[in-house]
């Protein structure tokens, strides 16, 4: 039998509202490629929750055990375990637009497109920026350039190298190394002008293209994203300093409980309107307060 003209088919507009699953997994991805922590190895303990009940996870902590000389014929000390926990809590992050249900029909390639791309990013911005935060809490020691703190530090007081040697030297005296650095754009600038960071730095994969990665420097890769925080220091507060983060080991803890999902809510009897949203629900952690430094410079003059 040939098909009648009245067939229901996939390139029907209509056919837009009944497969709106098909646009999850764009959404996933570009949430997935612009948040950088994703793309950092070593520093960042992603745990997958997807499914289980809960929305609370524990992770056991146990103290480091040290090895010692023994006489022949002593017995060994015995050295007492300890553990200690964190907690790592989900909750769910969400963005939502708005468009007539006119504007959908005479724009439909345009309008998703866009729409995709905004509400993708606006979830990877906060999963960014919620990462960012935890890791400004961490007990560790803040890092100033030479001899200063947050009462002294001066404008002139930009990133170099030397800080970033100085901040490093201070987590290996925890026995951890530095993995990955994110500073913010203004920090990039003035490494891209210091002939020791461009000499030394070596562009690494792909990943310099598709995410905040611009390089390596001295084994550690440096990251740039604008959401890294600022605070108003020096004497009299003002001065403009940026928290840029050196991380180590297992710094930061992220777990999912669901991935990005995209939905769709239609007000047509009412005002002929289209409502998307993308939610997810992850909760974020320091794992590791040894792992992170906050290192302090100035925005310059």
Do not use: C
């Amino acid at each position: 039998m040939a098909n009648d003209t009245n067939i229901f088919k996939n390139s029907l507009t209509s056919a837009e509202y009944v497969t709106p699953e098909r646009w999850s997994e764009e959404i996933e991805q570009v949430a997935r490629e612009a948040n950088l922590f994703r793309g950092m190895t070593n520093s960042v303990l992603t745990m997958n929750r997807v499914g289980t009940p809960g929305n609370t996870e524990y992770i056991a902590k146990n103290s480091a055990l040290s090895a010692v000389d023994v006489v022949d014929g002593d017995s060994v000390p015995i050295q007492a375990i300890s553990f200690n926990q964190i907690s790592v809590t989900a909750s769910i992050k969400a963005a939502a637009t708005q468009v007539t249900l006119k504007q959908l029909r005479d724009q439909l390639p345009t309008v998703r497109a866009d729409i995709i791309q905004n509400l993708g990013l606006a979830l990877a911005e906060k999963e960014e920026s919620d990462l960012i935060s935890k890791a400004n809490e961490t007990t560790s020691d803040v890092i100033y350039p030479g001899g200063k703190d947050a009462s002294t530090i001066e404008a002139t007081d930009t990133f170099t190298p030397s800080l970033f040697n100085k901040a490093l030297v201070a987590m290996r005296g925890d026995k951890r190394r530095g993995r990955n650095l994110v500073i913010h754009p203004a920090v990039e600038g003035h490494l891209r002008e210091d002939d020791q960071f461009v000499d030394a730095s070596k562009l690494g994969d792909d990943r310099v293209n598709r995410t905040g990665m611009i390089g390596t420097y001295f084994g550690v890769n440096v990251w740039v994203t604008t959401n890294v925080t600022e605070d108003e220091e020096g004497d009299g507060e003002d001065v403009t300093v940026y928290n840029n983060l050196l991380l180590g080991d297992r710094a930061l803890v992220l777990m999912d409980k669901m991935r990005p999902t995209f939905d769709i809510d239609r007000n047509l009897i009412e005002n002929l309107s289209v409502t998307m949203v993308v939610h997810a629900d992850y909760g974020v952690s320091v794992l590791n307060d040894e792992s992170i430094r906050v290192v302090k410079s100035a925005k310059g003059e």
